[in-house]
Nanobody, 123 residues
Framework: QVQLVESGGGLVQAGGSLRLSCGASGRPVSTYTMGWFRQAPGKEREFVAAISWSGGSPSYVDSVKGRFTISRDNAKNTVCLQMNSLKPEDTAVYYC????????????????WGQGTQVTVSS
């Protein structure tokens, strides 16, 4: 069983940056595709970014391309999401997720989830 714990959320002004981290325990996630999702109040959970087990082929939702960067360190069992040029519409609870599938951009494709961390961007 894999346990995921996110950290790094908080309140930031528009244009600012935050770095989210996701630590995994229970078993190595080096063979897992890892993703970040977010959910704003009243909205469905949406895909933000994902990275393959090797760290290659990162993928992003169009709204964050050029601003967010996903990375992983398999030796440390961690995945990070660097968020720059934040906008008020980025405000949401951000979730780290893992899957043994080769790829996934839908919440149902991920079997392991963290508890989420709140990101609030003020205008």
């Amino acid at each position: 069983q894999v346990q995921l714990v996110e950290s790094g959320g908080g309140l930031v002004q528009a244009g600012g940056s935050l770095r989210l981290s996701c630590g995994a325990s229970g078993r190595p996630v080096s063979t897992y595709t890892m993703g970040w999702f977010r959910q704003a109040p009243g909205k469905e959970r949406e895909f933000v970014a994902a990275i393959s087990w090797s760290g290659g082929s990162p993928s992003y939702v169009d709204s964050v391309k050029g601003r967010f960067t996903i990375s992983r360190d398999n030796a440390k069992n961690t995945v990070c999401l660097q968020m720059n040029s934040l906008k008020p519409e980025d405000t949401a609870v951000y979730y780290c997720a893992g899957t043994l599938r080769r790829w996934g951009a839908l919440p149902d494709q991920y079997g392991y989830w963290g508890q989420g961390t709140q990101v609030t961007v003020s205008s």
